[in-house]
Nanobody, 112 residues
Framework: VQLQASGGGLVQPGGSLRLSCVAS??????MGWYRQALGKERELVAG?????NPNYADSVKGRFIISRDKNTVDLQMNNLKPEDTAVYYC???????????WGQGTLVTVSS
């Protein structure tokens, strides 16, 4: 199973971007977005389980919205800040065995 992420780019502070991730199969109980800034640990940005409510990192609450439809998961990012600059990765956790799958990263740069 592969996850394909897209939608990163350069945006000015206060701007918006939408990230999309498409999985080649619908096998996931959990799908989410993580990010890793230069010199920092990878962290959960937002995630959602089948039939569950989304959860967000405190730093993005009120600005980011995660949505999921079967094998796709999107992240709408609004009011972006320079500290949101990072490589963003989508992740899926399978129903069977809770195996983790990662997409390739997509770079988000917030800068004026």
């Amino acid at each position: 199973v592969q996850l394909q992420a897209s939608g990163g780019g350069l945006v000015q502070p206060g701007g918006s971007l939408r990230l999309s991730c498409v999985a080649s199969a619908n096998i996931f109980s959990f799908m989410g977005w993580y990010r890793q800034a230069l010199g920092k640990e990878r962290e959960l940005v937002a995630g959602i389980r089948s039939g569950g409510n989304p959860n967000y990192a405190d730093s993005v609450k009120g600005r980011f919205i995660i949505s999921r439809d079967k094998n796709t998961v999107d992240l709408q990012m609004n009011n972006l800040k320079p500290e949101d600059t990072a490589v963003y990765y989508c992740k899926g956790e399978s129903v069977i065995g809770r195996r983790q799958y990662w997409g390739q990263g997509t770079l988000v740069t917030v800068s004026s």
